[in-house]
T-cell receptor, first 113, second 111 residues
Framework: GAVVSQHPSRVICKSGTSVKIECRSLDFQATTMFWYRQFPKQSLMLMATSNEGSKATYEQGVEKDKFLINHASLTLSTLTVTSAHPEDSSFYIC?????????FGPGTRLTVL | GEDVEQSLFLSVREGDSSVINCTYTDSSSTYLYWYKQEPGAGLQLLTYIFSNMDMKQDQRLTVLLNKKDKHLSLRIADTQTGDSAIYFCAVTSGGYNKLIFGAGTRLAVHP
């Protein structure tokens, strides 16, 4: 299957700082990528749909000013958690592909102290 | 809104078959998926089924879909210790690419 990478795999930051997470499709182009959040022992919750060349579409309850998404090219989407707080600590996972196949990145574990 | 439900835990003996069940509410879901997640890792796509199919088999994996009852199952034959993981059921939502996930079923395989 196709490969989706994420960077960094793990990040620890202080409260109030911003953190950028990259999602790349390595061997295919993706006009659409998705960002999910997973709390410990819970399911994945879709946060937003990242669209190349246009604004992201956010799910209900997700603050667009807090979670900035930029889909700069057909192989790269970034998620920036602005002014991070401890409650933002979570596992962030991106996915890319075209129906029917959606491939997931390995995830980024964010810990905010 | 859309909802996907799974039992949270399943324990089986090595060599037996495992059956993980999932129910969903969105009758318009076009594709239905099973993903595997090992501790600290991302999701691995195991298999998927198109909504007009009843069954799909891929080596040790068999997916059954009962569209009338909105019930999806994953059968793993000859379950091995390496199959221990969390299995997520997911369905497409609203005709788009986005997926709605169940809570995940933790499969424990014991000798």
């Amino acid at each position: 299957g196709a490969v989706v990478s994420q960077h960094p795999s793990r990040v620890i930051c202080k409260s109030g700082t911003s953190v950028k997470i990259e999602c790349r499709s390595l061997d295919f182009q993706a006009t659409t990528m998705f960002w999910y959040r997973q709390f410990p022992k819970q399911s994945l919750m879709l946060m937003a749909t990242s669209n190349e060349g246009s604004k992201a579409t956010y799910e209900q309850g997700v603050e667009k000013d807090k979670f900035l998404i930029n889909h700069a090219s057909l192989t790269l989407s970034t998620l920036t958690v602005t002014s991070a707080h401890p409650e933002d600590s979570s596992f962030y996972i991106c996915s890319a592909g075209r129906v029917p196949e959606q491939f997931f990145g390995p995830g980024t574990r964010l810990t905010v102290l | 809104g859309e909802d996907v439900e799974q039992s949270l835990f399943l324990s089986v003996r090595e060599g037996d078959s495992s059956v993980i069940n999932c129910t969903y509410t969105d009758s318009s879901s076009t594709y239905l998926y099973w993903y595997k997640q090992e501790p600290g890792a991302g999701l691995q796509l195991l298999t998927y089924i198109f909504s007009n199919m009843d069954m799909k088999q891929d080596q040790r994996l068999t997916v059954l879909l009962n569209k009338k009852d909105k019930h999806l199952s994953l059968r793993i034959a000859d379950t091995q210790t390496g199959d221990s993981a969390i299995y997520f059921c997911a369905v497409t939502s609203g005709g788009y690419n986005k997926l709605i996930f169940g809570a995940g079923t933790r499969l424990a395989v014991h000798p």
